[in-house]
């Protein structure tokens, strides 16, 4: 199975902070990363795919890089609306797996 | 707009077999794969498994000795059937749409999520 590992498993930051959370994949996954955010008592919603396209209707404050091994989401400039669990999801084989999430709180 | 929900029972006994559907709404069923995801209490995502449009299946190793999906075109519904449950099966279970495509396997969208206990 290919390890996702998320970096950090939380972080506080303030309203217009940039934030960056990283993803390491145990190999090589080419662009096949996606991103997701979760709410309490939601549903994760799709944020970003094959790394760095961004889903229909999602802010373009989001952004995502990376390709190999090592990705990165990046909120611009973070809303109050943005204060969440984040996931990534590796979809280059199966068993899919996703990251342990980091979770956005509010400084 | 494709739309999800899924139902079932929220409480199911050890050892019995926990059986939950995805109604989908919006969209033909036939058109793309299924997936079947769930969430322990306070943990992490877990996939189960994907129906493929073909008519087969892949599943998590780490459940595939209990779990069947499959697809009642007829009423536009896909199912999860997870047998012999144990408290580790507690969890909220999510269906999910997949875009047909080798590797392009992501998830949208989701269902809201269905909560399932294990519990005598």
């Known amino acids: 199975d290919i390890q996702m590992t998320q970096s950090p498993s939380s972080l506080s930051a303030s309203i217009g902070d940039r934030v960056t959370i990283t993803c390491r994949a145990s190999q090589s996954i080419s662009i096949y990363l996606n991103w997701y955010q979760q709410k309490p008592g939601k549903a994760p919603k799709l944020l970003m795919y094959a790394a760095s396209s961004l889903q229909s209707g999602v802010p373009s404050r989001f952004s995502g890089s990376g390709s190999g091994t090592e990705f990165t989401l990046t909120i611009s400039s973070l809303q109050p609306e943005d204060f969440a669990t984040y996931y990534c999801?590796?979809?280059?084989?199966?068993?899919?797996?996703f990251g342990g999430g980091t979770k956005v709180g509010i400084k | 707009q494709v739309q999800l929900q899924e139902s079932g029972p929220g409480l199911v006994k050890p050892s019995e077999t926990l059986s939950l559907t995805c109604t989908v709404s919006g969209g033909s069923i036939s058109n793309f794969y299924w997936s079947w995801i769930r969430q322990p209490p306070g943990k992490g995502l877990e996939w189960i498994g994907y129906?493929?449009?073909?008519?087969?299946?892949n599943y998590n190793p780490s459940l595939k000795s209990r779990v069947t999906i499959s697809v009642d075109t007829s009423k536009n519904q896909f199912s999860l059937k997870l047998s012999s449950v144990t408290a580790a099966d507690t969890a909220v279970y999510y269906c999910a749409k997949v875009p047909p495509a080798l590797r392009s396997n992501w998830f949208d969208p989701w269902g809201p999520g269905t909560r399932v206990t294990v519990s005598s």
């Open positions: 129906f493929y449009n073909s008519g087969s299946t």
């Open positions: 999801q590796q979809s280059y084989n199966t068993p899919v797996t």
